[in-house]
């Protein structure tokens, strides 16, 4: 084991967090932060109708907010999203004290010397120090291990004592910024079509789901040597070939279903540019309750998803669950004021905060939340990439004259697209309805330079539910790939008012130039009623659900089986290979047809996992990759003989 006070790693500070056999731990328990100077100035985290607050170093409440829903009240939830963007997105408090902090970072604490509105483009935000996926799915992870890292030497660089050596070419000055402040975003390549000579990279192929366009669409570039164009590409992608015209769209069922795909997105031609990498971060509460509760372990969180014992914590202003439901993760009555005013002691006092526990972590309780990102390489970025978020990050390409036939490099990424999923609500099935705004809060944001999606394509994978694909097959090809275009009028007319309000409050801050493309919270089971919300029904982040299934994603997708408490809410069992229709979450007792991000992570839900998919996957979806395989996400996970998967 590396011991944390060692010299030569303790001044490295690398965060790792890459999974694999022989995992190594660094780290010391016990935070020793030193309360500093409490700086004045910021204003209670406060919420209205159409006003974020972006002063805010805490995480809004909830209470007023889920009050205001109503057509009334539109766009309340858009304000509080921007304000939660501001929490988010605070520069983060780094230490100098690289053995209790061996990130650099206090994880998961603002700056509130700093402010949001005057951040720069290199600026480290609150939710970069959270915990990268990698780093909770292992065998290592428990609560007190939250400022800890954990590497498997077989997979980390040599300048941080692993195995991976130096690629030909890597920028010296970029890596000794990265040796600095260090960030793995790609971790290892999967194999598939060749992109100038290097494998797709890890977390490209986004989750599957129904193909919505047209035959030609699909079809279109494929190429084969054995039979003629449209054929060959019908025969594999399609249960039976297509009758009628080659433009059929998407069904169910019957001669034009379809195998499920997952689309890679790349900025420009797939045959000559950059695909887009993805990074997925937990929050302290997150991580703190898997690892409490074994659910790092893919059985038994298995085991607990089918017997409905998973529920995240929640913070929430609504009463607390009823006696003998066995809910212990409710943050009832949290107060963003006491929680921004423990940051600004840094953490002195916060036990006295919040009806959680704090130690080891120190952190005050605000419910789990999930971030997810989507970067692409500074050298792609359209316009000056001081208007983009950015980091300094390594990142392995195929390298087979190298040991492990791999080697790392380094560049500087630039941030596109971002998701903040938190868990804010909860409620006693069964015994009382879900409180308004259901079970998570689903928000997306967009840099200004996507717009409709000019410069960006996709390309589709097929994928077979029942196995992970040795074989995948891109559809159209690598050198054709489909434009991407917003299939949807999304912001919705009050939340573009809201978004240039932002912007114009923020003439100093790298995030003027990002927009919230919309807001889900609450479930509902028409667009024409959660349109009346102002609520985007198809809510989608168009670099992260790209193509046309995933933009107007609704129902259950292939291969995914709702588990038996699902089924009592009236759901009926016999589901289709693909579901368009089918309920995919429930609220409040009932089953509801959701679409857009809530009714995606549904899906999750409605088998115990808490609409996290990273929960679902667990240490399946952070193996490093093996030669010859691909897996496009969700992979369905064994369930008891009772609930057996369909195939």
């Known amino acids: 084991m590396y011991h944390c006070a060692l010299p030569a790693l303790r001044s490295l500070r690398l965060i790792l967090p890459i999974l694999g056999l022989g995992l190594v731990s660094w780290g010391c328990p016990g935070p020793k932060l030193t309360p500093g100077p409490t700086p004045g100035g910021l204003s209670p985290c406060t919420v209205t109708v159409g006003t974020p607050d972006l002063n805010c170093a805490a995480p809004p409440d909830t209470f007023t907010t889920a009050g205001l829903v109503g057509p009334a009240n539109a766009n309340a939830w858009d304000a509080w999203a921007w304000s939660s963007f501001a929490a988010f997105n605070w520069p983060a408090l780094a230490s100098t004290d690289s053995t209790a902090y061996p990130s650099g970072f206090v994880r998961g604490v603002p700056d509130t010397t700093k402010s949001f509105s005057s951040a720069q483009s290199t600026d480290v935000a609150v939710w970069e120090t959270f915990k990268e996926k990698r780093e909770l799915f292992n065998s290592t992870a428990t609560p007190g291990a939250w400022q800890n890292l954990t590497f498997d030497p077989q997979y980390a660089p040599d300048f941080n004592g692993g195995q991976v050596q130096m690629c030909a070419g890597t920028d010296l000055a970029i890596l000794a910024r990265v040796k600095l402040h260090p960030r793995v975003i790609a971790q290892l390549g999967k194999q598939g079509p060749s992109i100038n000579g290097d494998s797709s990279g890890d977390e490209t192929a986004e989750v599957a789901s129904p193909p919505q366009e047209s035959t030609d669409d699909l079809c279109a570039g494929y190429t084969a040597?054995?039979?003629?164009?449209?054929?060959?590409?019908?025969?594999?992608?399609?249960?039976?070939?297509?009758?009628?015209?080659?433009?059929?769209?998407?069904?169910?069922?019957?001669?034009?279903?379809?195998?499920?795909?997952?689309?890679?997105?790349?900025?420009?031609?797939?045959?000559?540019?950059?695909?887009?990498?993805?990074?997925?971060?937990?929050?302290?509460?997150?991580?703190?309750?898997?690892?409490?509760?074994?659910?790092?372990?893919?059985?038994?969180?298995?085991?607990?998803?089918?017997?409905?014992?998973?529920?995240?914590?929640?913070?929430?202003?609504?009463?607390?669950?009823?006696?003998?439901?066995?809910?212990?993760?409710?943050?009832?009555?949290?107060?963003?004021?006491?929680?921004?005013?423990?940051?600004?002691?840094?953490?002195?006092?916060?036990?006295?905060?919040?009806?959680?526990?704090?130690?080891?972590?120190?952190l005050p309780a605000i419910g789990s939340t999930q971030v997810k990102a989507a970067w692409l390489p500074a050298s792609e970025l359209n316009g000056d990439p001081s208007t983009y978020h950015l980091t300094d990050a390594v990142y392995y390409q195929n390298s087979p004259?190298?040991?492990?036939?791999?080697?790392?490099?380094?560049?500087?990424?630039?941030?596109?697209?971002?998701?903040?999923?938190?868990?804010?609500?909860?409620?006693?099935?069964?015994?009382?309805?879900?409180?308004?705004?259901?079970?998570?809060?689903?928000?997306?944001?967009?840099?200004?330079?996507?717009?409709?999606?000019?410069?960006?394509?996709?390309?589709?994978?097929?994928?077979?539910?029942?196995?992970?694909?040795?074989?995948?097959?891109?559809?159209?090809?690598?050198?054709?790939?489909?434009?991407?275009?917003?299939?949807?009028?999304?912001?919705?007319?009050?939340?573009?008012?809201?978004?240039?309000?932002?912007?114009?409050?923020?003439?100093?801050?790298?995030?003027?130039?990002?927009?919230?493309?919309?807001?889900?919270?609450?479930?509902?089971?028409?667009?024409?009623?959660?349109?009346?919300?102002?609520?985007?029904y198809y809510l989608a982040n168009l670099v992260i659900e790209t193509n046309r299934g995933l933009q107007q994603f609704q129902g259950q997708p292939p291969g995914q089986t709702p588990n038996a408490n699902f089924k009592n809410n009236g759901v009926p069992t016999n589901y289709q290979f693909f579901g368009p229709t089918s309920p995919n979450m429930s609220s409040a007792g009932?089953?509801?047809?959701?679409?857009?991000?809530?009714?995606?992570?549904?899906?999750?839900?409605?088998?115990?996992f808490a609409f996290s998919f990273v929960l679902q996957d667990g240490s399946h979806g952070t193996k490093p990759d093996t030669a010859g395989t691909i897996i496009i996400p969700p992979k369905a996970p064994p369930m008891p003989s009772t609930e057996t998967k369909k195939r």
């Open 401 to 536: 004259q190298q040991p492990g036939g791999l080697c790392y490099s380094v560049q500087q990424f630039g941030l596109i697209g971002l998701h903040i999923i938190q868990r804010v609500h909860g409620g006693a099935a069964g015994v009382a309805p879900e409180a308004i705004g259901g079970t998570y809060i689903f928000a997306t944001w967009e840099h200004e330079s996507i717009a409709q999606g000019a410069g960006y394509s996709y390309v589709n994978y097929s994928a077979d539910s029942s196995q992970e694909q040795t074989d995948p097959s891109p559809y159209p090809n690598t050198a054709a790939g489909i434009q991407v275009a917003r299939l949807k009028p999304y912001p919705l007319p009050g939340t573009a008012t809201i978004d240039a309000s932002v912007k114009s409050q923020l003439p100093n801050s790298v995030w003027q130039h990002y927009r919230l493309i919309g807001t889900q919270f609450q479930s509902i089971g028409s667009e024409r009623d959660s349109l009346a919300l102002a609520q985007p």
């Open 225 to 362: 040597t054995t039979q003629p164009t449209l054929q060959a590409c019908q025969s594999i992608l399609f249960p039976a070939p297509a009758s009628g015209t080659n433009d059929t769209e998407y069904t169910a069922s019957g001669p034009n279903s379809r195998r499920p795909v997952g689309p890679r997105v790349f900025k420009g031609t797939p045959s000559v540019d950059h695909f887009i990498y993805y990074e997925v971060k937990l929050n302290y509460d997150y991580y703190s309750y898997v690892a409490a509760n074994g659910l790092n372990d893919y059985a038994t969180a298995i085991a607990k998803a089918s017997a409905n014992q998973i529920e995240l914590p929640f913070r929430t202003s609504a009463s607390p669950k009823a006696t003998g439901s066995g809910n212990t993760n409710a943050l009832v009555g949290y107060n963003s004021a006491n929680t921004q005013a423990c940051y600004q002691n840094q953490l002195s006092g916060c036990a006295d905060l919040s009806p959680q526990t704090i130690s080891p972590s120190m």
């Open 590 to 608: 009932k089953a509801v047809l959701m679409g857009g991000c809530m009714g995606c992570h549904g899906v999750a839900q409605s088998q115990g």
